[in-house]
């Protein structure tokens, strides 16, 4: 593995220059991107109040192996001693991706920490599994499985959210289009049905589609996005949808990343 030493100093670049540079030495390599978006919206839900959102990531890959941290800025701290400050989220990825053969058909498997600096009441644990073809359309499915969820129950664990994609290029441009089924972990306690208002429904949750462009400059990689996620839950008694406990709507995003 690179040293520590250059580790840092990819980091350092990545988080006050905005950007990081891949270097390869034999077998290890170490990529970084960041980027600009209107909003921060995980799994059909809002992050940060329809605020702007800067994001990227940093990771290093040796073979089928590879661990990555991925940022952003996310909601309010509900925690009394950080009034003021905003949540940021990094997110720790372990992973082993490979092919069978020359068939086509891809896998991966791997587990994501969650944490929230300012607000570690909610960090979780998930392991995830996932398998694709690849064609002109290729389809694809993950399943994450929450392994250690908080004491809120915000998270919990025994929770299953299961994506199925398809993607392809329409005249240059990268399209997908995702829907996710969720099955929740049954807890009476942490996750109470109060007259009927039930937030945590089983079922196709939330649809996305997504179009993107890559565009190069030199060594760099310039890609803007637009994504639209569509809540599919049926609704609750008070007449909102709810993902992880949370009244969501179709929301829209757009932003520009930079990698190198």
Not at 30 to 57: C, E, H, L, P, T
Not at 64 to 71: D, H, R
Not at 90 to 98: C, E
Not at 149 to 162: E, H, I, M, R
């Amino acid at each position: 593995m690179k040293k520590k030493l250059l580790l840092a100093a990819l980091f350092a670049g990545l988080m006050g220059f905005g950007q990081a540079t891949t270097v390869q030495a034999e077998e290890v390599s170490v990529s970084g991107d960041i980027g600009a978006f209107n909003q921060y919206v995980w799994r059909g839900v809002a992050q940060n109040g329809s605020k702007a959102a800067v994001q990227g990531d940093l990771g290093v890959s040796y073979g089928g192996f590879s661990a990555s941290v991925w940022f952003s800025n996310s909601y309010p701290s509900p925690e009394p001693q950080f009034a003021g400050k905003d949540v940021v989220e990094f997110d720790w990825t372990a992973d082993y991706s490979g092919s069978v053969g020359d068939s086509g058909l891809g896998y991966s498997l791997g587990a994501i920490y969650y944490t929230y600096l300012y607000d570690a009441h909610s960090n979780f644990v998930e392991l995830y599994g996932g398998v694709s073809y690849d064609a002109a359309i290729s389809p694809s499915m993950t399943v994450y499985y929450t392994a250690k969820g908080n004491d809120s129950g915000f998270y919990k664990t025994g929770d299953l959210w299961v994506d199925f994609g398809l993607s392809g290029s329409v005249g240059g441009f990268d399209l997908s289009a995702t829907g996710s089924y969720v099955n929740w972990k049954a807890d009476a306690v942490k996750r109470p049905i109060v007259a009927g208002l039930d937030m945590y429904k089983n079922g196709v949750a939330v649809v996305a589609l997504g179009m993107s462009k890559d565009v190069t400059a030199g060594d760099v990689t310039i890609t803007p996005s637009v994504t639209v996620t569509i809540p599919t839950v049926s609704k609750s008694i008070d007449g909102n949808q709810y993902i992880y406990g949370t009244a969501v709507k179709t929301e829209f995003i757009a932003g520009v990343n930079f990698a190198y």
